[in-house]
């Protein structure tokens, strides 16, 4: 009777190793599996994905080129443009630009930037038709309904607030910017004819991307309602020359 028990509990224990043994490598042969997945099978497209995840498409817009006579006089050029610009979400504190609720802080800075570039701190209202007819400085908005916009479309991007200020006025909001966190100065260039009216039909001018030629343009790197092309004259002639190549960086 005691050798038959000792059996049956040698065979039992055999039993339970086998199965112990067993559940081990299965989970060592389901962990080979998987890893021999990620590295091997799909390794190429997770690479791929991890590369995505660090990086950012950046579009700069080009510098367009000069237009010059045979004598070296200068018909086109650029010049900077200095736009005053917020971003929403740099402003002190809980702006509460998006709800509308502005706090005392941010509405001290509107008050004293109102002073200075002449935009009323708080003028009209907003609804789903001026938003969409909406234009930076192309607008009678005050800056709090101008922010309110931008928080809603891009709270880390910045908005224009007024454009081609001069440059005295740019230098005392640049030196206000640790007073007025999120306001800033945003240069961008500008065609100007210096010759005016006497070669303005031979160069033209430039206008923005049309919609019909927006695919066109897009897949050259231009970027519609930011950068413009030649309408007219040389400057549309020329366009392939003078307006250069969009530079796509990382």
Known sequence: MNEQDNNSKNNFLGWRFIILYA?????????????????????????????ENRKTTISLPTQRGIIYDRNGIVLAQNVPSYNVV????????????????????V??????????????????????ATVSSFTPCATDL?????????ATNSPYGPIRIKCNVDSNTAMIVRE???????????IEPVRDYPTGELTSQ??????????????YYVGLGFVANRDKVGYAGVETTMQD?????????R
């Open 23 to 51: 559940m081990i490598g299965l989970v060592f042969t389901f962990y080979l599996y998987r890893l021999f997945n990620l590295q091997i099978i799909n390794g190429v497209s997770y690479v791929a994905q991890a590369l």
């Open 86 to 105: 917020i971003t929403p979400a740099y402003l002190p504190g809980d702006n509460g630009a998006i709800s509308g609720s502005v706090s005392g802080p």
């Open 107 to 128: 509405q001290e800075i509107y008050r004293q930037l109102s002073q200075l570039i002449g935009v009323p701190v708080t003028n009209g209202t907003i609804d789903p």
């Open 142 to 150: 005050g800056i709090t309904q101008i922010v309110i916009i931008g």
């Open 176 to 186: 206000k910017q640790s007073d007025w966190p999120g306001v800033t100065i945003q």
């Open 202 to 215: 031979v160069i033209g001018f430039l206008g923005p991307i049309p919609a019909v030629l927006q695919d």
């Open 241 to 249: 020359v003078l307006g250069g190549r969009m530079d796509q960086n």
